[in-house]
């Protein structure tokens, strides 16, 4: 099986059959907020040209390149940050792999001092690590997994990272241009428009957590409002300056 067709689904299977909900992963919930990152930044960015009285057209402009700016670094950042944890990651198996070799006896009384701990009884544990040390491959993989909490064959994709990343800002930071491309030449209706999402999107994540929808939509309504109206007044303090 492939790292992409096993990271896909958003749940696992146990070895028992039933199904836990995937508290490591998951696609949903790090796109909801990929989408109200973008959603905060560009609606506060739309109102702080808006408050500073800028035209419709100044507003349509600084909101498209918020969208691209603001896409292209979190695509970026995501993609450093995915791929230097993965360095860190295969670093240290290395460095593991090097003692496994180098360190057999050591590293097998490691082992068994880690089953020990889990409430393995000695003569167990002293069995179970020397059966596991027959296997190097098996081995690391039982050491990366005690030792560095992470299956080195499982890794995630930094690519994959950034295009996610890129995608859900930009679906969040379209929001409050969608009336303008309709048409609608008024920062009231982005606003508007732009809490109706807010509201959507924390309620939504709420529910994966099973918490409120109302908790989590007005968290989200009210520090988006928040950001916007500091913005939109800052907007206004410096559009005053220049125009005075
Ligand atoms: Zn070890």
């Known amino acids: 099986m492939t790292t992409s067709s096993r990271s896909s689904s958003s749940r696992h299977k146990n070895t028992y059959g039933y199904e836990h909900r995937d508290v490591t992963g998951g696609w949903l919930r790090p796109a909801v907020f990929g989408a109200m990152d973008g959603l905060v930044t560009n609606v506060s960015l739309i109102a702080g040209v808006g408050g500073a009285g800028g035209s419709q057209h100044a507003i349509v402009l600084t909101g498209l390149a918020g969208l691209a700016a603001g896409a292209f670094s979190m695509a970026a950042g995501e993609y450093v940050s995915v791929s230097s944890q993965n360095e860190l990651i295969l670093s240290e198996v290395d460095k593991e792999r090097h003692e496994l070799?180098?360190?057999?006896?050591g590293e097998q009384a490691e082992l068994a001092?880690?089953?020990?701990?889990r409430g393995v009884s000695a003569a167990t544990a002293k069995l179970a690590a020397a059966?596991?040390?027959?296997?190097p491959e098996q081995a690391l993989a039982v050491h990366a997994l005690e030792e560095l909490g992470v299956d080195p064959e499982e890794l995630p994709s930094p690519y994959v990272a950034a295009a996610a990343s890129l995608l859900s800002f930009s679906g969040g930071?379209?929001?409050?241009?969608?009336?303008?491309?309709?048409?609608f030449n008024v920062l009231g209706v982005?606003?508007?428009?732009s809490a109706l999402a807010a509201v959507v999107g924390g309620g939504t994540v709420a529910r994966m957590t099973n918490r409120p929808f109302w908790r989590g939509a007005l968290r989200q309504l009210v520090l988006g409002g928040v950001a916007a109206g500091l913005t939109y007044l800052i907007g206004?303090?410096?559009g005053g300056l220049a125009a005075a």
């Open 190 to 193: 982005a606003l508007g428009l």
């Open 236 to 238: 206004l303090a410096v």
């Open 173 to 183: 930071a379209i929001i409050p241009l969608l009336p303008f491309a309709l048409g």
């Open 113 to 117: 001092g880690m089953l020990r701990r």
């Open 101 to 105: 070799k180098t360190n057999a006896v």
């Open 131 to 135: 059966e596991i040390s027959e296997h």
